[in-house]
C-alpha cells in the first residue's frame, strides 16, 4: 500500500438548494439544506483512501458536533485521523447556495482550519515516513510551505493542488514535485488561457504537472518531455463536485504503487468518472474494485 499523509482542510459543507437566491434584504423559502462533509483536504484523503492508499490525515477539527462528524466520515472510508486534531472554536464551515440554475453563492470560514499555521511537533515524523504528501491551499500557507519544506528534507515527494488559486512563493515552489492545477487554477496562474501553454509555463516553477480538464482528462508535461493528453472516459455527469479531489487522491496512489505516469493518469480518470455519476464529494469517491473494473 502508498503510504500517503494528507496536509490540508476539512469543511463541513452547509449546502441550501434553492430556486432563486435571495438578493441583499430579501428573504425567500428554500427547498432543502444538507450537511455534507468536505473540505478539499478531507477530500483527497477519501479518495486516497477508498483507492487503497494508506493515508493519514493532519488536519484540525473544531470541538464542535461537525468535527465530530468530519472525524468519523474520513475514519469511516479508512483515513488514519491520529493527526488531525481537535482545537477549541468551531471547525471549518463552507455556506453554498444553490440555485435552480445550477449557480453557486459560497462563503467559507476557515474555523478549526485557520489555527493551522505551522506544523505540530510529530508532523514531520508522519510526513518523513510517507511516500507522498498531499497538498492544497485551504489552509494557512506557512503550514503548506512547512509541510513541504519537511517532505523535501525526508525525500518525501509533494503534490500540490493549487487551489484556491493564488501566488505561490518560491519557498514552496521549491518543493513541490508534481503541481495539478485545473484548467481554471492554471490559467490563473500563469495568465495563459490555453492549458497547454498555461500548463508548459508552470514547468518554469515546477518539474511536473497535470492540468485537469474537466470531460477532456487531463494534460501531463515534464520538463524535457512531450506533452501527453490522456481522455476521460465517457459518461454522463450528475454532480461534478469533488472530481479534481478524486483524481488527484487515486493518481497519487497510482503513482505511489511505480504506475507509469500515462497509466496512473487513467486510472485517476477512470476513479473520477465514477465520482461524477454520482451525487456527492466525498460519497460519491468509488472504491479501488471500482476503479479496477471501470479501468479494464
Ligand atoms: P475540478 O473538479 O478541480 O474543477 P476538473 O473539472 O478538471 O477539476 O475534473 C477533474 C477530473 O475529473 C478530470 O480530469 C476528469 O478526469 C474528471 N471529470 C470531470 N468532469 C468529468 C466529466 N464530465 N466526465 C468525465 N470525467 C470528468
Ligand atoms: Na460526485
Do not use: C
Request: avoid cysteine.
Amino acid at each position: 500500500m502508498t503510504d500517503i499523509v494528507v496536509l490540508g482542510s476539512t469543511n463541513m459543507d452547509l449546502v441550501t438548494y434553492v430556486e432563486k437566491a435571495p438578493q441583499r434584504g430579501e428573504t425567500v423559502t428554500g427547498r432543502e439544506f444538507r450537511t455534507i462533509p468536505g473540505g478539499k483536504g478531507a477530500n483527497q484523503a477519501i479518495a486516497a483512501a477508498r483507492a487503497g492508499g494508506d493515508v493519514s490525515m493532519i488536519g484540525a477539527v473544531g470541538n464542535d458536533a461537525f468535527g465530530t462528524r468530519l472525524r468519523s466520515t474520513l475514519e469511516h472510508s479508512g483515513v488514519d485521523t491520529d493527526d488531525l486534531r481537535t482545537v477549541e472554536g468551531p471547525s471549518g464551515t463552507a455556506h453554498i447556495v444553490v440555485d435552480d440554475e445550477g449557480g453557486n453563492a459560497i462563503v467559507v470560514i476557515p474555523g478549526a482550519n485557520g489555527t493551522l499555521d505551522h506544523l505540530s511537533p510529530g508532523d514531520e515524523g508522519v510526513i518523513a515516513s510517507a511516500d507522498l504528501l498531499l497538498l492544497q491551499l485551504e489552509i494557512p500557507l506557512p503550514a503548506v510551505v512547512a509541510g513541504a519544506q519537511a517532505a523535501r528534507r525526508h525525500g518525501v515527494r509533494t503534490v500540490l493542488t493549487p487551489s484556491p488559486a493564488q501566488p505561490l512563493p518560491d519557498e514552496l515552489l521549491i518543493a513541490v514535485d508534481l503541481l495539478v492545477p485545473n484548467e481554471h487554477e492554471a490559467t490563473t496562474l500563469t495568465g495563459r488561457t490555453d492549458p497547454r501553454e498555461a500548463a508548459i509555463g508552470l514547468l518554469d516553477l515546477v518539474p511536473e504537472v497535470v492540468v485537469t480538464l474537466g470531460a477532456a482528462g487531463s494534460l501531463y508535461v515534464a520538463r524535457g518531455a512531450d506533452p501527453v493528453t490522456v481522455p476521460a472516459p465517457k459518461v454522463a455527469p450528475v454532480d461534478t463536485t469533488g472530481a479534481g479531489d478524486t483524481f488527484v487522491g487515486a493518481l497519487a496512489v497510482a503513482r505511489g504503487e511505480g504506475r507509469p505516469m500515462r497509466e496512473a493518469l487513467a486510472w485517476a480518470a477512470a476513479a473520477a468518472a465514477l465520482s461524477v455519476q454520482r451525487e456527492g464529494a466525498s460519497a460519491s469517491m468509488p472504491y479501488r474494485p471500482e476503479i479496477e473494473a471501470r479501468y479494464a
